[in-house]
């Protein structure tokens, strides 16, 4: 019920911003998994003005090292061709490293944080690093469980912007995982200003990886 309450608070607040809604869609499929390695594909699609503009499209891979139980080390690259303007597409790209602790349990509430730095390419303004933090929260072991999370995200010169979400994560079969949820995202106005955000994600996995 707290959930929900706080769920509506701050869809409430955005829209009385009058903030830009845009929706992103995302689907991750594992490729390798051993006990210390894992290969992700990654895939997303992101519009803004209510569906309506098709904003970035991207695609890429995530390579993780599992280096101890509490502590994986994470790789990565994609390429996200992003249209600025109608008709203008510029290429983007992002390289990112970092670590993240997942799977800690306290009380039926799983926990997991994550810092990764990255670096952005050819995005239509000069090439700049990008520096974030996260934690996420999932409650509950069901198949239907809500989630929440923070994210902080920094440039070389502060603040960039923080991203609050929340949804539930639903698992429909041993194959696949599906999350539905929002997202405000307070950014500084020279990085867009502020926007929320209608987030998808899904996550299959060949049934030939399910023993890992």
């Not at 929900?4 to 955005?14: F, I």
């Not at 995005?123 to 999932?138: A, F």
Request: net charge positive.
């Amino acid at each position: 019920m707290h959930f929900r309450v706080l769920s509506l608070l701050l869809a409430a607040e955005s829209l009385a911003l009058g903030t830009e809604l845009f929706t992103w869609h995302s689907i991750d499929t594992p490729v390798l998994i051993t006990d210390r390695f894992q290969l992700d594909v990654h895939q997303r699609l992101r519009t803004r003005h209510e569906a309506h503009y098709l904003d970035q499209v991207r695609g890429g891979s995530t390579f993780r090292w599992r280096l101890s139980p509490r502590l994986t080390t994470m790789y990565g690259f994609y390429a996200q061709p992003q249209q600025i303007r109608p008709g203008n597409w510029v290429a983007g790209r992002r390289v990112f490293a970092g670590v993240e602790l997942p799977g800690t349990v306290r009380n039926g509430v799983a926990i997991s944080t994550r810092l990764v730095a990255e670096r952005h390419m050819s995005t239509g303004r000069p090439d700049y690093g990008r520096y974030r933090s996260s934690v996420r929260l999932v409650f509950g072991k069901g198949r239907v469980a809500p989630y929440v999370q923070n994210e902080l995200l920094a440039v070389r010169n502060g603040f960039h912007s923080t991203r609050n979400s929340g949804g539930l994560r639903m698992r429909i079969t041993q194959q696949l995982t599906v999350e539905a949820g929002y997202l405000y995202d307070n950014r500084r106005l020279a990085w867009g200003g502020n926007r929320q955000a209608i987030v998808t994600s899904v996550r299959w996995v060949p049934k030939s990886l399910l023993r890992h």
